[in-house]
């Protein structure tokens, strides 16, 4: 199971972390994977990190202001976004897959639910 937090309605400029719960069998054991979602617009990738969390890949979007990183003792992998700007208002969706690296949506195996956000200026 995949469960995202920590999305919500900010202003531009200020910063919001978010959360992604991993339980079940994949746990410790999966790359995870950071996908957005805006209104009329194609999923994108984010960012991911590597199993052991030595390793971590962005996309364009996250455009040197996010981070990604994670706790294998708390099973969560995080999301910290600064400087958010209007254009960066999507759902983001947490995703795991098992094996090596991909910032392709359909290569992940499970998925959460999506976590809103919402950045005003």
């Known amino acids: 199971q995949v469960v995202e937090s920590g999305g919500g309605s900010v202003l531009a400029g200020t910063s919001l972390r978010l959360s992604c719960a991993v339980s079940?069998?994949?746990?410790?054991?999966?790359?995870s994977g950071w996908f957005r979602q805006a209104p009329g617009k194609e999923r994108e990738f984010v960012a991911a990190?590597?199993?052991?969390?030595?390793?971590?890949w962005y996309g364009d979007s996250a455009s040197g202001r996010f981070t990604i990183a994670r706790d294998n003792a708390e099973n969560t992998v995080y999301l910290q976004m600064d400087n958010l700007k209007p254009e960066d208002t999507a759902v983001y969706y947490c995703?795991?897959?098992?094996?090596?690296?991909?910032?392709?949506?359909?290569?992940?195996?499970?998925w959460g639910q999506g976590t809103q956000v919402t950045v005003s200026s």
């Open positions: 990190v590597s199993r052991n969390g030595d390793n971590v």
């Open positions: 995703a795991v897959k098992i094996g090596y690296h991909s910032d392709h949506g359909p290569d992940y195996d499970f």
């Open positions: 079940g069998g994949m746990r410790n054991s999966y790359h």
